[in-house]
């Protein structure tokens, strides 16, 4: 792909057209990320037969499959790697460990952390390190040690560090990380909470972590002793299938799937959004997730599912439940620049549930919407999250307990 002077200059100008972009949208702020940006040659790390438009676009570049055609490996999205890198705030010198390899973001931040700076990057599949040593090798990062293991347990020879990048979605954090950080360290993890990915950047605070910043993200999940799956339950095939993130949630499948065959309830909330409000979408999504009640999210395939279900989001669509009934988050156009939220409901129970998501909605609109969002703190599971002044949920898992606890009606965080 690159074995010409044709395609060194193709892939020179690719590679300075991206930094353009994300420094146009705010994703590059500091020159010492711009600069890594600018030298760190993306397309060596992607598999045969990416073009060098492909490899410098600002999207995902799969780089590995498992069985049933899902990723398991990937080279993510520019605009979150500098995202993250940005969170990070790394200095030269600093120790540094990647959960999750590939080899590309173990180059940039071996470019920003500088020759007197460690990098570590960890990946339980050995294909996946073999590649990342690889082009980490032809892209002049062989200072970078590329480990092939379990990242739920780090990597304790080169501990501490000064951060811990980790690149695959997770719904723990595992004691090991935050044993191998240091005390004034940062974590930067796409956490998953009720099925909603927020990449967080997390630091300590007394007994716990405090997230000081959260972004909606997808990643590939975890695998290896940390992997805790979702439950998917499939409604209409692989067209339409609802996901299950707690043990507290029980639905009876069969019904939920015989619902889909009632007329569809629908019901619109006077509350309205437009295009250029991305942030107001993962406030509302994970604010309907915060609710103490059975919830999980839709995922649908919208041509083979055309005409019988029709929900805001396509790949994670919050969505209420009974065990025999379900209503989601619904949207529609009202003119060029608007649109308006309301919920679908399919069961016996449709009314009731898509009068709740209404009810929700616009209770978001007149106290959460325009304030700073909720409080996102994690908890080993041997302490206790204080008692919260406005609502808050608690999402335990087997190492910690997950707390987003949002501010008391009118009330600032």
Do not use: K
């Amino acid at each position: 792909m690159a074995g010409s002077a044709l395609d060194t200059v193709s892939a020179d100008e690719a590679r300075a057209r991206l930094v353009e972009q994300l420094l146009a949208g705010r994703w590059i702020i500091s020159p010492a990320v711009e600069a890594a940006f600018r030298r760190v040659p993306r397309h060596l790390f992607a598999p045969d037969g990416v073009s060098i438009d492909a490899a410098y676009a600002d999207d995902v570049v799969i780089t590995r499959r498992g069985p049933d055609g899902r990723a398991t490996s990937s080279i993510s999205a520019p605009w979150l790697q500098a995202y993250m890198l940005e969170q990070a705030r790394l200095a030269p010198g600093a120790r540094v460990l990647e959960v999750g390899s590939g080899g590309y973001n173990a180059a940039l931040i071996a470019d920003v952390v500088g020759p007197h700076g460690t990098v570590v990057t960890v990946d339980i599949d050995a294909d996946v390190t073999d590649r990342a040593r690889t082009g980490l090798d032809r892209a002049g990062y062989r200072q970078v040690t590329v480990v092939h293991g379990d990242g739920e347990y780090g990597h304790p020879p080169s501990a501490p560090y000064d951060a811990i990048i980790v690149t695959v979605e997770t719904p723990d954090l595992p004691p090991a990380w935050l044993d191998q950080l240091t005390p004034a360290g940062v974590l930067i993890v796409p956490l998953r909470i009720r099925g909603m990915t927020r990449c967080l950047t997390l630091r300590r605070h007394e007994d716990h972590l405090l997230a000081t910043a959260a972004l909606q993200c997808g990643f590939v999940p975890m695998q290896g002793d940390g992997r805790q799956p979702n439950r998917r339950l499939l409604l209409h095939g692989d067209d339409i299938a609802v996901t299950l993130d707690d043990t507290t949630t029980e639905v009876n499948p069969d019904a939920l799937a015989s619902a889909l065959h009632s007329p569809r309830r629908e019901a619109w909330s006077p509350v309205t959004i437009t295009m250029h409000e991305g942030s107001a979408f993962e406030s509302l999504h994970l604010w309907l997730a915060s609710q103490p009640r059975p919830f999980g999210t839709l995922a649908v395939d919208r041509e083979r599912a055309a005409g019988l279900v029709d929900p805001q989001d396509r790949f994670v669509c919050p969505t209420l439940l009974t065990t025999d009934s379900f209503a989601y988050l619904a949207m529609r156009r009202l003119d060029d620049t608007t649109w308006q939220f309301g919920s679908h409901g399919f069961g016996p129970n449709a009314d009731t549930l898509t009068t709740d998501m209404l009810n929700l909605i616009t209770v978001w609109e007149h106290h959460h919407r325009h304030g700073p969002g909720p409080t996102i703190t994690v908890h080993p599971t041997n302490t206790h999250p204080p008692t919260p002044d406005g609502p808050q949920l608690l999402v335990t898992r087997h190492h910690t307990t997950i707390t987003v606890t949002w501010p008391a009606s009118g009330e600032p965080r």
